[in-house]
């Protein structure tokens, strides 16, 4: 594992489900629930953890992946599957409300991040397959059901969340381990200048997904970097979250006081050797925060 230079702290993880994921991915907390949902991308299921019981639900989605979801206002959720975005009561999948990506690029193109902002908009991260050519982007849909790109020219776009203020909103290109801020209009939902935010040339992995806390701070798991750091607005990294598998690939904020944070990891491709050195690898973890962070709003459409 390698060690992260000048960072003030360093903490460590615990297992709370072995699930054995092969891609963990998009954790929210359910605070009526009082439990976490997450995806296995790549067995296009739906899970949750009930944290009073340790009752663990799996819900198979039609199709071969599913790369993004979110909550609904009007109850049950949107989920991103090959043929786009579909509204889901939990039971069964229903009507479409998006085709992203388009038809013409589902057979090369997947979604592969989702948020919800202080709006009720979904944004939606969307990725060549191999994660080798730059014509992915960032699309938002409104609550109307209208699309836009907002960003485009991305290898793996990852990790966007919003600052405390709703006047930026932060994401990733993860194969260009870059994280890129952009001025948003809480009011409006206008886009403004954008700036790039931290360089992971620094820190072991790619940044993947994220969240941010109260004090603004982003916490950001690093996939193949064994870990989760927090950056705070200046764009330093102020603490490590040490976990003992490789592949961390999303993290959110939980639990009665929003002081849990949860932390979805990967098992695929790891080799025999590998899985037998990282027995835990696509397990859900999760440690303790200092301050606490944010419940995802629903989407309004």
């Known amino acids: 594992m390698a060690i992260l230079p000048h960072v003030a702290r360093s ?12 891609l963990g991915e998009v954790p929210v907390w359910d605070p009526e629930g009082d ?7 790549s067995r296009a299921s739906l899970q949750s953890l009930e944290m009073s019981t340790g009752r663990h639900e799996v819900r198979q989605l039609p199709g071969k992946t599913v790369g993004g979801w979110a909550p609904r206002k009007g109850g049950g959720a949107v989920v991103a599957l090959d043929s786009g975005l579909h509204r889901y009561g939990f039971e069964r999948v229903g009507a479409l409300i998006a085709e992203i990506p388009p038809p013409e690029s589902q057979a090369t193109h997947r979604v592969n ?21 730059p014509t992915g982007g960032i699309h938002l849909l409104d609550p109307a059901g209208t699309i836009r790109n907002v960003r485009g020219g991305l290898l793996i776009p990852n990790g966007i969340c919003f600052d405390p203020s709703y006047t930026t909103v932060y994401f ?11 001025e948003l209009d809480p009011i409006e939902g206008g886009l403004g200048a954008q700036r790039r935010f931290h360089d992971f040339y620094g820190i072991p992995g790619m940044p993947d997904g994220a969240a941010i806390d109260v004090e603004g701070c982003l916490w950001i798991a690093c996939f193949g970097g064994w870990r989760v750091v927090r950056i705070d607005p200046t764009g ?13 690939t999303s993290v959110a904020f939980g639990g009665s006081d929003m ?3 949860f932390i979805t990891t990967a098992s695929g491709k790891l080799t025999e050797h590998q899985l037998a050195e990282q027995p835990l690898a696509g397990a859900l973890f999760a440690v303790h925060s200092p301050v606490s962070g944010f419940i995802q709003p629903p989407f309004a459409g």
């Open 11 to 22: 903490v460590k993880a615990e297992c709370i489900l072995n699930c054995k994921d092969i």
């Open 35 to 41: 439990r976490i949902w997450w995806l296995d991308v």
């Open 113 to 133: 991040e989702a948020a919800v902002d202080c709006l009720g908009r979904l944004w939606i991260g969307t990725m060549e397959r191999s994660g080798e050519s």
């Open 172 to 182: 990733a290109d993860s194969r260009r381990r870059t994280i890129w801020a952009q």
């Open 236 to 248: 330093r990294v102020d603490l490590s979250v040490e976990l003992p598998v490789e592949k961390v």
């Open 259 to 261: 002081r849990t944070l």
